[in-house]
Nanobody, 127 residues
Framework: QVHIVESGGGLVQAGDSLRLSCAAS????????MGWFRQAPGKEREFVAA????????TYDDSVKGRFTVSRDNAKNTGYLQMNSLKPEDTAVYYCAARTDIYGGSTYARPRDYEYWGQGTQVTVSS
């Protein structure tokens, strides 16, 4: 079992930056691939970014490519999502997720691919 807690959300203005953190506990974090998703009111949960357990592979949704950076520090059991040049359309609850990654170098972009989820952190970007 992996317990995940996100933090770092808040209210910012368009063009600002935020860094979300994803703290994991319970199992060896380095054995898990990690993903970030977001869900705006009235919309389905959507993929944002993902990183393999080693950090060697990273995937981004086109809407955040070039603005967001996903990373992880396995020694600290923590993942990160650096969000720059934020836009009002980035407003959502952001979720961190983890899954066992037996292949080692894969990223996963579907919510159903993940076993463990955090409770989410709200990001609000004003125009």
């Amino acid at each position: 079992q992996v317990h995940i807690v996100e933090s770092g959300g808040g209210l910012v203005q368009a063009g600002d930056s935020l860094r979300l953190s994803c703290a994991a506990s319970g199992r060896t974090f380095s054995n898990y691939a990690m993903g970030w998703f977001r869900q705006a009111p009235g919309k389905e949960r959507e993929f944002v970014a993902a990183i393999s357990w080693s950090g060697s592979a990273r995937t981004y949704d086109d809407s955040v490519k070039g603005r967001f950076t996903v990373s992880r520090d396995n020694a600290k059991n923590t993942g990160y999502l650096q969000m720059n040049s934020l836009k009002p359309e980035d407003t959502a609850v952001y979720y961190c997720a983890a899954r066992t990654d037996i292949y080692g170098g894969s990223t996963y972009a579907r919510p159903r691919d993940y076993e463990y989820w955090g409770q989410g952190t709200q990001v609000t970007v004003s125009s």
